[in-house]
């Protein structure tokens, strides 16, 4: 197994995929296997460290519970009636359905699907890399990323340092008032450290080269682009496919501007990573299970309990398709005590 | 020319922003909406609202040109995202949370971009940190950046009282907004737009009745407790912060000296 693990590219198709899949379907039994497959490849590939330990079982209880009573106090439709309060009483007056409660059950596991993937990809995928994600057009952004993060620490031992410093003149916290002498000194060391390394960067040339100034046309373009999107996202709440295709051609001119403004910037990677055959199976599988599933029709993700329950259609295809995203679960398992 | 453009970009950046949050509502009013639309709503929403997020941050990047701007911004990033660990650890009083502070007055000092960029940047770096990457997270960023971008267009005025006075109005009213937000985007996985369309005589008045609901029974109160917090905070660390920050500001402005100039 390599050093370090599966590439950030390949993890970043999985999520897209099984996010977008989480936010296509309709169908509880599909929602619930996506938070399957999405646990199982958070066991086996992630690194608890990273990120926060969410208490699941209790996440997971409230979403239900809020989502389900909410939507069958509220939605007064369906066959299969339970019980009723006063119609007298505003907006929760009328019969509570069974058909609501299992609409809004389903909407809470659609929910906690797409938690479940971003959970794994948290602790899957360290800081540095996704740092480095960050498109060559935005390179002075990517800086700024980067020099906070690698801040982080550093101010966090300030503020201890600072601390110290103020309970040895015997200070203490009581109240909210009492963090002002904290954060004051934290603030103006802070800003005195980012004048020194303004100075160092200046001293190693950085922002010598030629100006980064804005392309011609690259206003107008911008402009022109988020126009057609609107436009298009508009047209495709309304009418479907003439609409996809406006909204496609505004995000194509908004993503070529973006390449053009990254040419611009010389770029050189210290460590690259090596793409290898694990990450293309992953990334064919997540591929696949995306086509597979669109291919099926986005009607068969769907499912309404309305207007009388029934059981979830679980077709073999969408569920097959579904299951190859825990593929990597088996490819790069995370070992214990391995280096990064 | 050029200044116009931008203005525009900006204006429409408010309209998107608005129609992704409030696309529920949109939905709602038109009863001839496409069902495969209704569909791909989420997802499309939040493309474009991510592109809407990437054409911002393409505009707002002519603003770090020097290595002070970005040395400044990222460690200001830094003592922000701290300020959320601090949050994320110690659970505070319901929905309150520090991090407008930072933000709020980064805008009001170094002016309306570089607030955008500071709160965008922010809710990027603690969401790198704590682990919350994920689809809500373009919906973060555009709403606090616009926290700090609307933050740099408050008048400064000379008296210190009527200045905090300004500050904690704007503070308490962000803090409302941005839960009113946030929830929204919530919202349409909680209640469907199906369920809507089910409703006989449904429209957008309707759903805007039940979203008043569902807010005031879910989050009202954290809203309300995350107002309070950062109007506190702002009353209790406003004033030096604002005055700290100013004078590095002058500090700035002193070595470009060929700014005011010409």
Redesign the interface.
């Known amino acids: 197994m390599a050093e370090r693990g599966c590439d950030l590219r390949a993890w970043i198709v999985w999520a897209g995929a099984a996010?977008?899949l989480a936010?296509?379907t309709?169908n509880p039994l599909y929602a619930l296997l996506l938070i399957l497959v999405a646990r199982l490849v958070d066991a086996a590939c992630g690194r608890p460290e990273?990120?926060?330990a969410l208490p699941w079982a209790r996440l997971a209880l409230v979403v239900l519970l809020?989502?389900a009573i909410?939507?069958g106090l509220?939605?007064?439709?369906g066959e299969t009636v339970l019980g009723r309060l006063p119609e007298s009483w505003p907006?929760?007056g009328g019969i509570i359905t069974l058909e609501?409660l299992v609409?809004?059950l389903t909407?809470?596991l659609?929910?906690l699907a797409?938690?479940a993937i971003?959970?794994a990809?948290?602790?899957i995928v360290p800081?540095s890399d996704?740092?480095r994600l960050a498109p060559r057009?935005?390179h002075?952004?990517g800086?700024?990323?980067?020099?906070?993060?690698?801040?982080?620490p550093?101010?966090?031992r300030h503020?201890s340092q600072v601390r110290e410093a103020q309970a040895i003149r015997g200070h203490q916290i009581r109240g909210?008032?009492d963090?002002?002498p904290l954060?004051?000194p934290?603030?103006?060391g802070?800003?005195e450290?980012?004048?020194g390394?303004?100075?160092a960067?200046?001293a190693r040339g950085?922002?010598a080269a030629a100006?980064?100034?804005?392309q011609p046309g690259?206003?107008?373009g911008?402009?022109v682009?988020?126009?057609l999107?609107?436009a298009g996202?508009?047209l495709?709440?309304?009418?479907?496919a003439a609409?996809w295709l406006l909204?496609a051609a505004?995000?194509l001119l908004?993503v070529g501007?973006?390449w053009r403004?990254g040419r611009a910037v010389a770029h050189t990677q210290y460590r690259p990573h090596p793409w290898q055959p694990a990450d293309t199976a992953i990334a064919l599988a997540s591929l696949l299970a995306l086509a597979l599933a669109l291919w099926q029709g986005?009607s068969l993700m769907?499912y309404?309990p309305?207007?009388l329950v029934q059981l979830p259609p679980l077709s073999p295809i969408v569920g097959g398709a579904l299951l190859l995203l825990a593929l990597p679960a088996f490819l790069c398992p995370q070992h214990q005590g391995r280096h990064v | 020319m050029?200044k116009s453009?931008?203005a525009?970009?900006y204006g429409?950046?408010a309209?998107?922003g608005i129609?992704a949050f409030a696309?529920p509502f949109?939905?709602a009013s038109?009863p001839?909406?496409?069902a495969?639309?209704?569909?791909?709503?989420?997802?499309?929403?939040?493309?474009?609202l991510g592109?809407?997020l990437?054409?911002l941050?393409?505009?707002v990047?002519?603003e770090?040109?020097?290595?002070?701007v970005?040395?400044?911004?990222?460690?200001?990033?830094?003592?922000a995202?701290?300020l959320r660990?601090v949050e994320?650890a110690i659970p505070g009083p319901g929905g309150f949370s520090p991090i407008f502070v930072p933000i709020i007055l980064a805008g009001y000092v170094f002016g309306a971009r570089f607030g955008f960029?500071m709160g965008a940047?922010t809710l990027?770096?603690s969401a790198?940190?704590?682990?919350?990457?994920?689809?809500w997270l373009p919906y973060q960023m555009f709403v606090s950046a616009w926290v700090g971008f609307s933050a740099g267009w408050l008048p400064h005025p000379r008296n210190p009282r009527l200045e905090m006075g300004l500050l904690i109005a704007f503070g308490v009213g962000w803090g409302l907004l941005y839960g009113l937000l946030t929830n929204l985007y919530?919202w349409p996985?909680?209640?469907?737009e199906?369920?809507m369309r089910?409703?006989p005589g449904g429209g957008a008045v309707l759903a805007l009745?039940?979203y008043t609901?569902?807010y005031l029974?879910?989050s009202l109160l954290w809203d309300l407790l995350r107002a309070a917090g950062t109007g506190?905070?702002l009353l209790?660390?406003g004033q030096?912060?604002v005055r700290?920050?100013a004078r590095?500001r002058d500090?700035f402005q002193f070595s470009l000296a060929e700014a005011p100039g010409g």
Not at chain 1, 143 to 152: E, R
Not at chain 2, 36 to 43: T, Y
Not at chain 2, 64 to 68: I, L
């Open positions: 996010s977008v936010m296509l309709r990273r990120g926060i809020l989502s909410f939507n509220f939605v007064h439709t907006l929760v609501a609409y809004g909407t809470g659609v929910l797409l938690l971003f959970v990809f948290n602790h800081v996704l740092v057009a935005f002075d952004l800086v700024v990323v980067l020099v906070a993060v690698t801040y982080v550093e101010t966090v503020l909210l008032r963090w002002q954060l004051v934290l603030l103006v802070g800003m450290r980012a004048m390394l303004a100075e960067m200046v950085y922002g100006s980064r100034a804005q690259m206003l107008l911008l402009a682009g988020l126009s999107t609107l996202w508009l495709a709440l309304w009418r479907g609409g909204f505004g995000a908004l501007l973006l403004q986005v769907g309404t309305y207007p | 050029s453009l931008s525009f970009i429409l950046s309209v998107i129609a696309y949109i939905l038109m001839e909406a496409s495969a639309g209704a569909q791909a709503a989420p997802l499309m929403t939040t493309a474009l592109l809407c990437l054409a941050l393409i505009e990047q002519g770090v040109v020097s290595a002070k970005v040395a400044t911004l990222g460690m200001l990033v830094a003592l995202s701290v660990f994320t960029l940047m990027l770096v790198l940190l704590t682990g919350g990457v994920g689809p919530f996985f909680f209640i469907g199906t369920a089910y409703q009745q039940r609901a569902f029974a879910s506190l905070l209790v660390a030096p912060v700290a920050l590095f500090r």
